[in-house]
């Protein structure tokens, strides 16, 4: 849409140009991935290149990448009772932080009563003697925990979290969705024993995601059943071009990742002090590490849905809260985990950037705040 500033990079990204080359070229071929003549096998070609795109970039191997049609049903398969690691005794409940995406929270697979909250600080981090309590008084467990909020972008201490977990005979489960192109990350230096990714997120193609399963992990039982696609762990024909279209992405995104980290910390912190000189603005889980895009903020008398509606007419595209719950007028689960009162928890921004993000988008949203600062906010 001409003459607009997008700034909500967070809940969904444009698709990067060479993403859909890759899906153009990806659907023009005929073959079922699964066929054995020439055409089958090109597709299949496709498939495993983009496999091995995202192995190589999060330290997995191949055999190891299970794609999905999004990151939701990525989480939903990874979060399975009876999962287990070389050494350790299959895990009968789950412990997932109280911030989680929503498709986190419901628990997968595992019955209601076997999911408990790991609660986390006032700044939005796991708290990780929460954590250490809830391992040792239970069977072994799944911890789920994600590398970074998608809505604070704050970084969660999931390396500190996997020692813990281990030591306690458990595995863990890390939501990389926000995470894969803004930070490095990397299943073996994390610790993780599971990991899932999203494509929309760094410039791929929405409906396809993908969980990766560390090595030795066994017993993860399939969400769909029937073909033996994905080696028997996940049901259907492949999607060729979104998963190629997700390969492109990741090839992309990794390349540019320390370029577009340093630049896109520079715009946050131009961005968060021109918030800052409207009285009163506060711009959460600032005392902590957060990803070099994200920004979620409040001012005494905003309500959440109204700025929204107020920075679209002004021609900014920015979020309240994660994209999932957008129209709900309720408060972010996350500020409420983080302790804030309900008023407060329904009057926060959030703004994210991404790769073609400009100084003068910046100064456009800043400009449009202050605008909207002085109509919306109590005197």
């Known amino acids: ?43 299949r070609r496709l498939v495993e290149e983009a496999r091995a795109a995202l192995a190589g970039a999060v330290g997995a191997l191949p055999r190891n ?9 990525a989480n939903a398969l990874a979060l399975s009772p009876g999962l287990r690691g070389a050494h350790t005794r299959p895990v ?12 986190v929270l419901v628990g997968g697979r595992f019955p209601a009563g ?35 909020n998608n809505e604070t972008g704050a970084l969660q201490p999931v390396s500190e979290a996997a020692a813990i977990v281990h030591e306690a005979g458990g595995l863990l489960h890390v939501d990389a969705i926000q995470a894969l192109g803004k930070i490095p990350f990397n299943i073996k230096v994390v610790g993780a024993d599971l990991a899932t990714f999203s494509a929309h997120k760094i410039g791929g193609p929405k409906g396809i995601g993908a969980l990766v399963v560390a090595e030795g992990v066994a017993g993860l039982e399939p969400l769909l059943r029937g073909g033996g696609q994905e080696l028997g762990r996940r049901a259907g024909t492949e999607n060729v071009g979104g998963i ?5 992405a990741v090839r992309v995104a990794i390349e540019a990742l320390a370029e577009n980290a340093n630049r896109l910390t520079s715009l946050r912190n131009r961005l968060e002090n021109g918030l800052r000189e409207m009285a009163g603005t506060t711009v959460f889980s600032d005392t902590v590490d957060r990803l070099p895009n994200t920004t979620l903020f409040t001012a005494p008398g905003l309500k959440a849905e109204t700025a929204v509606i107020g920075f679209d007419l002004e021609g900014i595209a920015v979020s309240s809260g994660s994209a999932c719950s957008s129209g709900k007028v309720q408060p972010s689960h996350v500020l409420s985990a983080m302790g804030l009162d309900p008023q407060t928890a329904q009057g926060a921004v959030r703004l994210s950037l991404g790769w073609s993000t400009q100084e003068a988008d910046i100064n456009l949203a800043l400009e449009a705040w202050r605008k909207l600062g002085n109509t919306l906010l109590k005197t």
């Open 1 to 43: 849409m001409p003459n607009r500033v997008y700034l909500d990079w967070n809940a969904t990204t444009p698709l990067r140009p060479e993403a859909l080359m890759a899906m153009v070229a990806a659907y023009e071929l005929v073959g079922n991935p699964s066929s054995v003549h020439a055409e089958g096998q090109e597709a």
């Open 65 to 73: 990448v299970i794609f999905t049609s999004a990151g939701t049903e």
């Open 92 to 103: 009968e409940r789950l412990l997932v932080s109280a911030i989680e995406h929503a498709s």
């Open 114 to 148: 076997a999911v408990s909250l790991v609660k986390v600080t006032p700044a939005g981090v796991v708290d990780l003697d929460h954590l250490r309590a809830l391992l040792g008084s239970g069977p072994p467990a799944l911890v789920s925990i994600m590398a970074a």
């Open 244 to 248: 190629a279209g997700f390969g492109a």
